[in-house]
């Protein structure tokens, strides 16, 4: 199937650890997205890539680190996890230059703070 | 700088019944518009999009027409069903490359039968 897809699908932790979210993407799209949704289901742009470039960051705490290994594929990592980071971050992907282009969303990975 | 900003929810309807949900939006040059929808436990799938003034978008049922006069792109629904219970965010995409969406902050809407 095409799609975009996000590993863990829950992550459950405790403050103070460093997680990892997956996001691989096989749509032949070149521009890949984070995007944080809080507990009132507001959503904003975290970081974006173009063809493993970073074009966007937006004022997000350098415990933030996406890596996008190459264009199909970017990851987050977030070290000394917070209380404030519960959220459900989704991944997504568009081709870049057209703002005509919808973005494909991944189903979310739900993030739990203990 | 852009934004959206959609009608407060929740919105709560009996089946078969109207629906509207308002969306305006600020933004420089003409953007392209989206609505997306989030079903319960689910990611964000496109409902509908427009690229260009008085364009309209539509998909199962639903509607929303680009306004430019009124920086408006709101979505209607002739008849709902309780399947279309979801959360609705109305976004848009600036012009130019690479531009994150700029999402509205989301209507809840619930369909009682």
């Known amino acids: 199937d095409t799609a975009v897809s996000q590993t863990p699908k829950y992550l459950v932790t405790q403050m103070g650890n460093d997680k990892s979210i997956k996001c691989e993407q096989n749509l032949g799209h070149d521009t890949m997205y984070w995007y944080k949704q809080d507990s009132k289901k507001f959503l904003k742009i975290m970081f974006s890539y173009n063809n493993k470039e970073l074009i966007i960051n937006e004022t997000v705490p350098n415990r933030f680190s996406p890596k996008s290994p190459d264009k199909a594929h970017l990851n987050l990592h977030i070290n000394s996890l917070e209380l404030g980071d519960s959220a459900v971050y989704f991944c997504?992907?568009?081709?870049?230059?057209?703002?005509?282009?919808?973005?494909?969303f991944g189903d979310g990975t739900r993030l739990s703070i203990l | 700088g852009n934004s959206v900003t959609q009608m407060e929810g929740p919105v709560t309807l009996s089946e078969e019944a109207f629906l509207t949900i308002n969306c305006t939006y600020t933004?420089?040059?003409?953007?392209?518009l989206f609505w997306y929808v989030q079903y319960p436990g689910e990611g964000l799938q496109l409902l509908l999009k427009a690229t260009k003034a008085d364009d309209k978008g539509s998909n199962k049922g639903f509607e929303a027409t680009y306004r430019k006069e009124t920086t408006s792109f709101h979505l209607e629904k002739g008849s709902v069903q309780v399947s279309d219970s979801a959360v609705y965010f109305c976004?848009?995409?600036?012009?130019?490359?690479?531009?994150?969406?700029?999402f509205g902050k989301g209507t809840r809407l619930s369909v009682i039968a």
């Open positions: 933004a420089t040059g003409y953007p392209s």
């Open positions: 997504a992907s568009s081709s870049g230059d057209y703002s005509n282009q919808p973005q494909h």
């Open positions: 976004a848009l995409k600036a012009r130019g490359g690479n531009t994150p969406l700029v």
